[in-house]
Structures are given as structure tokens and as C-alpha cells.
């Protein structure tokens, strides 16, 4: 595979429409008893389609099980080149016929997203967002076999799983989108939940009567209204000493997001430890992994606490190591902590320090703290005014990075290659952050040459987008629109529409800052088709405010469907236009209508909210920590080439990225350690490993 390989234009890229407007209704959840003709009208009843009750338990696609047992034979049998069509993403939907394993893995969770998801309590949904958006559509084309406009009738809705709860909500924003109406209506038997309280909060979502208090815990955990046995759930056996493999069911669960069924197996296996005192280690395992999925929810206080439970019944040193580190990580993130962090990250430590011969784990476990650390001392140097002091602060923290690289440069193993994969990365972010954008562009393509040798494709798309973000921060416009370039290439190969979105839009900013005003507006317009057809009003919004933007710093004309998607999105911009208004005062119309544009990040999203529904933390750490802002007002380019022809603006990413820390890389790197152009490493990740 060569980042030169090029896909056919996908059939939503040569769509001239951009006019939408995001679907308003469709999904009706009824929290207390009435008939149908009372809650969606009379002629609701001929239209409706009853689907069952999924089995308690929050299976992977239990929900959607019932709703295939519907829908199959009826599409097979009136359209049996639906199916066909979909082939690839049925193959995960459905059950084999004579599989004895447990249905519904969806999409087999790698062993980095399960590490990425519980190590770094980071989101890595992307994929799972592809095939999510891919099942949506599969449902879309098949759906109207069961009627014009069915009304999915669905018993039990809140049983449902969070993964087929997501596939249905997006297939009625697609089919809306498209004009073909499906409205869902979602009997609640059992009360609500977290995330139906979320998913009541989106625009196409009304109640009917009044959501039940949720719980602070979910159903079948230690704590929850009738937790005793509330799971239901069988299971094997388990030891710490034997098979990992309840763990990775688990673990798997909160890679999917399916929090549910995730806290239904732990308290399952809560309840198999049982009070045996031999087993406290085991159970204060299972409680980190519940504090994972609650920190996953936003449950920040309820899952310190836990992690602090577990703490008082973890006797290893390596488990009490990790678990210190994990309430650092998470008051580091989500509660901006960073003193209360190092009291715990230091604590960890002083576990390991209790060994008198140290093992892998517990030199793996060291270099996640002094990773842990470092984050703590950069989030601190970008947050003071004091340049002494922001200087002692990222010298400590290329020192505490390159000490831990040392540690497990050459430890074999998953857990120490998955380290090194964030380790090395982290340090080029580093670089970045302390203003060295050529050094960290060197050192980048040195520890990704090992990655990038096994042609697999999804490694070009993150490398060249990092490469072209460095770039681009240190004002190679032409460099950068060829690496963005790049990326969009192997994007297409990989029919990435998520990503393809974002290096569209980066693309677009890229020719925007050298000038090149009819290739921002090309790029500009074919992210904003490509986020109209994701139904992500976020991205479209910016996108078209792009495109807005190009277009009136060329002086070139709105087209009509660039007109008629400005009527709905920015009518003030719009109105402006239709008056005759010139070139200056379309940018005063933009910048009130507040046409923003959002200058790429210095790293691709790792999860899709617009997808997940599980909303987003207050701070972007990575835009934080780079300097660079997540909304920009273009106009400054009208001045610039106004006085003196061009719009070429060097570094223009925000704030940009504090100088200094040269020294101090070099300094920390040290004799042995690693150099800016020699250290082998792997993948990609950011300080603390990732977005926050």
C-alpha cells in the first residue's frame, strides 16, 4: 500500500446539493402507558411494525437482533439486493447459524483499542463509528419493505443495547435526510437509564410523560436498585492467575461503549469472587474496571471513589500502582488537578518502590506515572505566565518522557510495545508544543518508519496528518497541502468518511492560509458534502463557513446550492449576498453571522461524539496543550490581502505553540538517550495519551 493510491470519487462527492436541515423528530420515547393513536396520531396505526422485546442482559446487538427477526425475511424475500448490497456489514450483524460463541461482538475490538480505552480512559471509537454509520445505511435501504413510512413500534426499548440504540438513531437522521420518514417509538418497561437521558436531549428525540429518575449506578452493578442477581448473567469461573479472558470481555464492552453490559459481567463476576478474602486483588480489579465505565460516563466523583475502594482491597504492588495512577489520570483530565494528580502519581511509585526485584509489569507500570507526570508538568507549563518557570516545566517533562523510554525500549511484549507506541509519539507532540515543529516533523517520520514498512494503509492516514499539521504550524503551506493531500488519498482507499471529513476541511484551512482560494473552496465544499452526508450539523456548519469564506476572499460568486445551504445555516450572510452586498461587507455579514472555521488539530479525533451520543469533556486537551484555538474568524485574511496581495500567514493555528524547550530536550535526552532523528518507536498518541 502507497499513500499514492487512489480510490474513484465517491457518489456524495459528486452530489452538488449541500442544503439540509437536521432531522427535528423521529424518535419518540414513551415513559408511561397510552396507545398509539394518542401518542403519534391515527394514522400511525397502519404504519406500525411491532418489534419485541430483547432478553435482559445489554448484549451486544440484542436490540437490533429483534429488529432484523422483522426485517430480514422480508427484505430478503422483496429485495434481495439490499442484502447483497450490504453483504460486508450484515456479516456483522447477524449470528452465525450454528456459532456456539456469544453473538455480537460487531466489530472485534483490537487489543490497542481495549488497552487505549481502560490504560488511558480515552474513547477509541472510530472505527466502531464506521461500521455503525455502515449498519445505519444498510437499515435505510431495507426499512421501507415494511411500509412508506413505518413506525417502528419497539417493546422494552431501554433493554436495548447502547450499540443498536446508536444504529437506530442514525438511521432515522440518515432516512430523514434523504425524505424517507421512519419514526421510532421506544416503550419503556423497565425505567430509564443514563444514556437514554442522553439520547432524550437530541433534537430529534421527544418523551412522552417524564423519563424515571436514573441512577447514579448502572442496573446490575454493586450498588444499583436490586443489584442482588440483577444481572442474570452466567459466568465462567475466573482467577487472576488464569485466563485474562473475562477481563477482555469486559474490557471489550467499554471499547464499545456498551457500559451496561459491561457492568452487568462485572458485577456477575463481583458476585461469582464472591466475600473470599484470597481474592481481593481480583476484586478490586473488577471495581477499576467499573470506575473505567463510570469515568466513561461522566461519573468522575463516583468513579474516584471506586478506584479508592479498590485501593483499600489491592494487596499487589503493581495493582496498587496502577490504580494510584488511574485516579491521577483522571483528575489530570477531567477535574484539571494536576497538584491532587502528583500526590497520587507519587504514591504509585512508592508501591513499586516495595519491590526488591521488579518485573515487567511493575517497570511498565513506572513508565505510565512518569508518563502520567509529564503530562501533569506540561498541562502546568501551558497554563503559566511565568517563563522560568514554564521553562523548568517542559524540561521536566522531556526528562520524565525520555526516562521512561529508556525503561522499556527494549522490554518485549503487548503492554511494552503499546507503551512505546505512545511514549515515542509523545515526545514528538512535545516537541511540537514547545514550538520545535521541523525537530518533532524529523522525529515523527523516524519512530513511524517501522509502522509505515507494513504498508498497512490505516498508518498513512494519522502519519501524514501529523506530518501536515507540523507543517502547516510552522508556515510550509505547500509542504502541508501535499501531506494533507496525501492523507485524503489513502482516506478514500479506506472509505473513511470520518476522517476524510476533518483532512478536507484541513486542506481547505491549508489553501486558505496560502492564498489559494479556489482550492479552499473545492476542499472547503467537499467536506461540507461529506459532513452533510454523516448528518454531523457541527462539521457541515464549519465546513460551509469555509467554503463561505473562500469564495468571498476570491470575489467569486455563490453558486445556488452553496446559496441555498447559506439560506438555512448563516440567512444573515445569505441576505447579504442576495442584497449585492461587495467583498467587505460579506465578511462583516460572516463574522456576525458567526461563520467560524475550526484550524485542524494536531490530532485526528479518536471518537465521534455525533455518533458515540456521549457528549464531549469541557476541554480539549490536545488543542489546549498545542496552543491551538477550535474556532477562527478568517477575516483577518481579507486585511492581509487587501494591503499587500497575498494571505500567506505563517504559524496561524490559534495561539500557537510556546518557544523554548529546545535546551531542554536536549538536555533531558541526555548521553544514551534518545535523539530527535534516531529513536525507533511506534504509532501515535499525544502527552497522557490522547485526547482527553
Not at 37 to 63: F, I, K, R, T
Not at 225 to 233: D, E, F, K
Not at 630 to 637: C, D, F, I, Q, V
Amino acid at each position: 500500500m502507497t499513500a499514492g493510491a487512489v480510490a474513484s470519487r465517491p457518489a456524495w462527492l459528486q452530489e452538488p446539493t449541500l442544503a439540509w436541515r437536521p432531522a427535528v423528530h423521529g424518535v419518540v420515547l414513551c415513559a408511561r402507558p397510552h396507545d398509539l393513536a394518542d401518542c403519534l396520531g391515527p394514522n400511525a396505526v397502519g404504519a406500525a411494525v411491532a418489534v419485541g422485546p430483547p432478553a435482559a442482559g445489554h448484549d451486544h446487538l440484542c436490540g437490533l437482533q429483534e429488529l432484523l427477526a422483522v426485517l430480514l425475511p422480508a427484505v430478503r424475500e422483496a429485495r434481495p439486493e439490499v442484502p447483497e448490497r450490504h453483504a460486508e456489514v450484515l456479516a456483522l450483524l447477524t449470528r452465525p447459524e450454528d456459532a456456539q460463541a456469544p453473538r455480537g461482538r460487531f466489530v472485534p475490538v483490537s487489543e490497542t483499542a481495549s488497552l487505549g480505552t481502560t490504560r488511558r480512559i480515552s474513547r477509541e471509537s472510530h472505527i466502531t463509528a464506521g461500521w455503525i454509520d455502515r449498519a445505519a445505511r444498510f437499515l435505510v435501504d431495507a426499512l421501507p419493505v415494511l411500509g412508506e413510512r413505518p413506525v417502528l413500534v419497539l417493546d422494552a426499548f431501554d433493554r436495548w443495547d447502547r450499540i443498536s440504540v446508536r444504529i437506530l438513531y442514525r438511521t432515522v437522521l440518515l432516512a430523514d435526510q434523504q425524505g424517507r420518514g421512519i419514526t421510532v417509538r421506544g416503550l419503556l418497561k423497565d425505567g430509564g437509564s443514563l444514556f437514554l437521558e442522553r439520547l432524550s436531549g437530541q433534537r430529534a428525540v421527544g418523551v412522552c410523560g417524564v423519563l424515571p429518575p436514573t441512577a447514579e449506578t448502572l442496573p446490575g452493578a454493586p450498588g444499583a436498585p436490586g443489584a442482588s442477581g440483577a444481572s442474570g448473567l452466567a459466568v465462567e469461573p475466573w482467577h487472576s492467575d488464569g485466563s485474562a479472558g473475562p477481563l477482555r470481555a469486559i474490557g471489550d464492552a467499554i471499547a464499545l461503549q456498551n457500559f451496561e453490559r459491561a457492568d452487568l459481567l462485572i458485577a456477575a463476576h463481583l458476585a461469582a469472587v464472591g466475600g473470599d478474602p484470597g481474592r481481593a486483588d481480583d476484586t478490586a480489579d473488577l471495581i477499576r474496571l467499573q470506575a473505567i465505565s463510570e469515568a466513561q460516563t461522566g461519573r468522575i466523583d463516583s468513579a474516584v471513589a471506586k478506584l479508592e475502594r479498590s485501593l483499600e482491597l489491592a494487596g499487589k504492588p503493581e495493582l496498587r500502582a496502577h490504580l494510584n495512577y488511574l485516579v491521577a489520570l483522571l483528575v489530570t483530565k477531567r477535574k484539571d488537578d494536576t497538584d491532587t494528580a502528583r500526590t497520587f502519581y507519587l504514591r504509585g511509585l512508592e508501591c513499586l518502590d516495595e519491590l526488591a526485584e521488579p518485573g515487567v509489569d511493575a517497570q511498565v507500570e513506572r513508565a505510565w506515572i512518569l508518563n502520567g507526570l509529564a503530562l501533569a508538568a506540561a498541562i502546568d507549563a501551558r497554563e503559566t505566565s511565568d517563563a522560568e518557570r514554564r521553562d523548568r516545566l517542559f524540561q521536566s517533562a522531556f526528562e520524565l518522557e525520555f526516562d521512561a523510554f529508556r525503561m522499556v525500549r527494549e522490554m518485549p511484549g503487548d503492554s511494552a510495545f503499546y507503551l512505546r507506541y505512545n511514549l515515542s509519539h509523545n515526545l514528538a507532540f512535545l516537541l511540537q508544543i514547545t514550538g520545535r515543529h521541523r525537530q518533532a516533523e524529523e522525529f515523527l517520520r523516524s519512530v513511524s518508519a517501522t509502522m509505515l514498512g507494513t504498508g498497512r494503509p490505516e498508518f498513512f492516514v494519522p502519519h501524514h496528518y501529523a506530518i501536515a499539521v507540523l507543517q502547516l504550524r510552522r508556515g510550509s503551506h505547500e509542504e502541508a497541502a501535499a501531506s494533507f493531500a496525501a492523507a485524503v488519498r489513502v482516506a478514500h482507499t479506506l472509505r473513511d468518511p470520518f476522517h476524510l471529513e476533518k483532512l478536507l476541511a484541513a486542506a481547505g484551512y491549508t489553501d486558505l492560509r496560502r492564498g489559494d482560494h479556489p482550492g479552499a473552496a473545492r476542499h472547503y465544499r467537499d467536506a461540507a458534502r461529506t459532513a452533510r452526508r454523516l448528518c454531523d450539523e457541527t462539521a457541515f456548519a464549519q465546513d460551509l463557513a469555509g467554503l463561505l469564506w473562500a469564495l468571498t476572499l476570491q470575489g467569486a460568486r455563490w453558486d445556488r446550492h452553496t446559496l441555498a445551504a447559506a439560506r438555512i445555516w448563516y440567512p444573515e450572510a445569505a441576505g447579504a449576498y442576495d442584497r449585492g452586498a461587495g467583498r467587505d461587507e460579506l465578511a462583516e455579514a460572516l463574522t456576525a453571522a458567526g461563520a467560524d472555521i475550526s484550524p485542524p488539530s494536531s490530532k485526528l479525533p479518536s471518537y465521534l461524539p455525533a455518533v458515540d451520543l456521549e457528549g464531549l469533556p469541557g476541554r480539549d486537551l490536545n488543542r489546549f496543550l498545542a496552543g491551538i484555538t477550535a474556532r477562527e474568524n478568517p477575516s483577518g485574511l481579507l486585511t492581509q490581502s487587501s494591503a499587500d496581495g497575498t494571505t500567506g500567514a505563517g504559524d496561524a493555528l490559534g495561539a500557537g505553540g510556546p518557544e523554548g524547550g529546545g535546551a531542554a530536550a536536549r538536555k533531558a535526552a541526555g548521553p544514551g538517550g534518545p535523539v530527535v532523528n534516531g529513536v525507533s518507536g511506534f504509532g501515535r498518541a499525544v502527552v497522557g495519551g490522547g485526547r482527553a
